[in-house]
């Protein structure tokens, strides 16, 4: 949902979106600077599937606090909040191979020869 007042509170969206159906959560993302203001934005979870487009079908269009408000699904490239590990594949893959270069890199620069690893099970602490 998009286009929110600043007065908007989660209170407000769970008065506003209760009568649709069971609420699991609402996020309202604030801001990173320190104000605590939202960010004009909010995700709201229901239980059931039909009743948040229930919700979607009586909000979107409809006014709150002077705003005509957006609402529609999210999906996870405009929700923005994936699971940590989401990506944990791409992301593992990425640090083992900067990891891998970066010992290689310093390992020459002392001096030593460096057989970094290039795939497989990653090492840990204990391993020998």
């Keep these: 949902m ?22 699991i959560s609402i996020l309202l993302p604030r801001h990173e600077n320190g104000s605590g203001a939202h960010r004009g934005f909010a995700f709201v979870e229901f239980e ?7 919700a979607i079908d009586n909000v979107h269009d409809s006014e709150l606090f002077g705003r005509v ?19 944990a594949d791409a992301w593992m893959g990425k640090t083992l191979a900067h990891s891998a270069a970066d010992v290689d890199v310093e390992m020459r620069h002392a001096g030593h020869a ?15």
């Excluded at 998009?2 to 609420?23: A, C, H, K, M, W």
């Excluded at 408000?69 to 990506?87: E, F, G, I, M, Y």
């Excluded at 690893?117 to 020998?128: I, K, S, V």
């Design 2 to 23: 998009g286009s929110l007042d600043d007065r908007v509170t989660e209170e407000v969206l769970q008065n506003v979106f209760i009568p649709f159906g069971e609420i």
């Design 114 to 128: 460096a057989a970094a690893p290039t795939g497989g099970e990653p090492m840990t602490a204990g391993d020998d």
């Design 69 to 87: 408000l957006t609402c529609n699904l999210a999906n996870a490239r405009s929700a923005k909040h994936q699971s940590v590990w989401a990506d």
């Design 48 to 54: 059931d599937a039909a009743d948040a487009q229930a």
